[in-house]
């Protein structure tokens, strides 16, 4: 692999990081405001509760148990940004702390024995639901900036100016991938809902440089009914262009929900695998142009 295509590559990638962040932000936007951690372990322990038979045992129906641990983190300071009870977590201590206080002491032995499994069940449940919504967050983003990848890839690949300001930009996302890490709040606040709102800002206005020219309404519509330049320019085969337009934005869209921590680690590899080269590179020109030298 020559450097040029490594780079191209690498340029590739770091579009793939800017717009898996663009992704990645409006998914945490959308977390926080929908509280879908907080509704998935509530039903989670809705769940457990009605497995257990808490009517049978403690003559409280599941949702009404839910309802009262609720508001005892809501009396606790666990509220949303709405001052609605916010539960993103509940260790099995407290929540037995909290049956005690309720006098539904009862109820402690089965919510130990069987609590662990019901909280593997909410973080596949979670983590399934999350991936939904990553995905979907995927098309829309990918149709709004026409990320076709197999278009992307030629354009970077036969356009040295744009592929070297996209490798220039690997040192600033870094910096700010880093920065992001080190200042994530704890809690959900409006302070931390306005970050989320500025990373968002600040991804999309990485993705200017791109390549990537945002679609428009009219042009999706004249795509669509085959009266725009793309068909007129395959002799009118529109069919195939529809084909290779949704097959390069399926791609995109795959690589998009792989997520943003794994393209951040490929863009490290990479750069270490081009580094490599450029050292047995310059070790091969130094070892020639000794050799050609006559004593």
């Not at 579009?15 to 977390?31: A, D, G, N, Y």
């Not at 084909?243 to 921590?261: E, F, H, I, K, N």
């Amino acid at each position: 692999m020559n450097l040029k295509t490594l780079d191209t590559v690498i340029a590739m990638v770091i579009v793939l990081l800017i717009l898996s962040l663009v992704v990645q932000s409006i998914q945490s936007i959308i977390k926080k405001w929908l509280r879908l951690k907080s509704r998935s372990l509530l039903n989670s322990l809705e769940d457990l509760f009605e497995y257990i038979d808490v009517d049978a045992l403690a003559k409280k129906r599941a949702p009404e148990l839910v309802s009262e641990i609720k508001e005892e983190f809501r009396r606790l300071g666990r509220v949303s940004l709405f001052k609605r009870p916010m539960i993103d977590s509940i260790a099995k201590e407290d929540l037995l702390k909290i049956l005690d206080k309720k006098k539904l002491d009862v109820l402690s032995g089965e919510v130990e024995k069987w609590y662990d499994t019901a909280m593997q069940g909410f973080e596949e449940r979670y983590t399934r639901h999350m991936k939904s919504i990553a995905i979907c967050i995927s098309v829309v983003v990918v149709i709004f900036f026409n990320a076709n990848f197999f278009q992307l890839y030629q354009k970077i690949s036969n356009n040295d100016v744009l592929r070297n300001s996209l490798l220039e930009k690997q040192a600033e996302i870094q910096k700010e991938l880093n920065s992001g890490q080190q200042n994530q709040p704890q809690q959900e606040t409006v302070e931390q809902l306005k970050q989320e709102i500025n990373e968002l800002q600040a991804a999309m206005d990485q993705t200017i440089n791109l390549g990537l020219e945002p679609i428009k309404l009219r042009d999706l519509r004249a795509f669509a009914t085959g009266q725009d330049d793309w068909s007129r320019a395959f002799s009118g085969k529109w069919f195939i262009e529809v084909l290779q337009v949704l097959s390069g934005w399926t791609v995109m869209v795959m690589l998009l929900s792989v997520g943003a921590p794994f393209w951040q680690d490929a863009l490290e590899s990479l750069f270490g695998v081009k580094n490599l080269l450029r050292k047995k590179t310059d070790t091969k020109n130094v070892e020639d142009s000794g050799g050609q030298q006559k004593p």
